[in-house]
């Protein structure tokens, strides 16, 4: 799509300097596509933000308590199935 946007010249004068000949479009696009990611992972994290309550997970405390969670966690005895499988 074709677009029309106002930018300062030392902004352009840059952009060009990186882009190279005819190469301003595609860089100017990878750029916001990229603050897009940014902004959409911020508005996700402000929209999550509080969802767990710390009461709830005290195992996530500090490192150490992690790190003690998922040991215990992968010693656990899983159930293998029924016993004929091999």
Known sequence: ????LLLPKELVDEVDHYAGPRGRSRYVAEALAERLRRDRLREVVLATSGALNRADYPHWRTPDDVTAWVRELRAEVTDPGPADQP
């Not at 799509?1 to 029309?4: K, L």
């Open 1 to 4: 799509m074709r677009t029309n």
